[in-house]
């Protein structure tokens, strides 16, 4: 029996549904997901086996225009994307005419591996919008397949999935067949607690915020961890932590449900907010966190 497998790389403008789609073919939440943009701040890895295939999906930055160097590292994250993909999900959503970036624009029409253009949250449509949208990407990105999708709403995905795999190659699998990321444990903690940061507070104050796992102690019943928020100013600690704390203590139990979820055991955490000096645009810092 032969075996097919291969990178299939998702990219897009930000909150288009890259993460949705990502966790929809892996069947868990590996991408965190809000309606803010920029959520997604590295290359995560996701990974479906079956008996004769391996596709390991990659979930992107949303393309921006870089405005400082974390912004540059995460548009790295998305050039690399380019350089191994076996298969190209461009994902659009409804309404949608254009990539952020004309140069990456550019590597997607003139692709040679095969592009599969997502045309997502058509659920949001007329049929009569969803036909002139498609015959405008027909136009502009003429070497592309196209599928309308909910991501959502899990339509369409399946037989996304069945054409990823007609369009794979013959190869063994590229990780063992248990796997189900690239990424360790505390990364996971990291996006979580970051996930209800995002989700609990306005303005510039998730954009502000880089989480620290320092410890991960887990035995049969439970998993110990301790967490730093990392923030660039002390005001914005202040508001981390909110009015005797309330705000800091509604992160940590939102984060320990979610946790108890995905790691399936109990979860003991402690949070701690720490002012690191603007950490977005200091190189070494970038790198001790994995951005570079």
Not at 63 to 86: G, L, N, W
Not at 100 to 120: G, Q, T, Y
Request: aromatic content about 10%.
């Amino acid at each position: 029996m032969t075996h097919k497998a291969g990178f299939v790389n998702i990219i897009g403008n930000p909150n288009v549904g890259k993460s949705t789609l990502m966790n929809a073919f892996v069947g868990e939440r590996l991408s965190i997901i809000t309606s803010k943009a920029q959520t997604t701040r590295h290359r995560i890895l996701g990974i479906v086996n079956g008996d004769d295939f391996q596709v390991v999906l990659s979930d992107t930055p949303g393309i921006i225009k870089p405005a400082y160097e974390m912004q540059e590292s995460m548009m790295q994250f998305v050039k690399s994307a380019f350089e191994d993909a076996d298969v190209l999900i461009y994902m659009v959503e409804i309404g949608e005419k254009e990539l952020k970036d004309e140069a990456f624009f550019n590597r997607i029409i003139h692709s040679k591996i095969p592009v599969l253009l997502l045309l997502n949250k058509i659920d949001k449509s007329s049929q009569e919008e969803l036909e002139a949208q498609v015959q405008l990407w027909q136009t502009q990105v003429p070497n592309a397949e196209i599928y309308p999708i909910s991501a959502l709403n899990n339509f369409q995905v399946t037989e996304v999935f069945y054409r990823i795999l007609e369009l794979l190659p013959e190869c063994p699998p590229y990780y063992p067949k248990d796997a189900l990321t690239d990424k360790p444990e505390r990364f996971f903690v990291n996006e979580i607690i970051r996930e209800k940061i995002l989700l609990n507070y306005d303005k510039e104050i998730p954009y502000a915020v880089e989480v620290e796992t320092e410890e991960f102690l887990e035995d049969d019943n439970i998993i110990r961890i301790r967490a730093v928020i990392m923030v660039e100013r002390d005001t914005q600690k202040g508001i981390i932590i909110g009015h005797k704390g309330a705000a800091l203590k509604k992160v940590g139990m939102e984060a320990r449900a979610t946790m108890e979820q995905f790691f399936g055991k109990q979860i003991h955490i402690e949070l701690f907010v720490k002012v690191n000096k603007d950490w977005r645009r200091n190189i070494r810092q970038l790198k001790r966190f994995g951005y570079q």
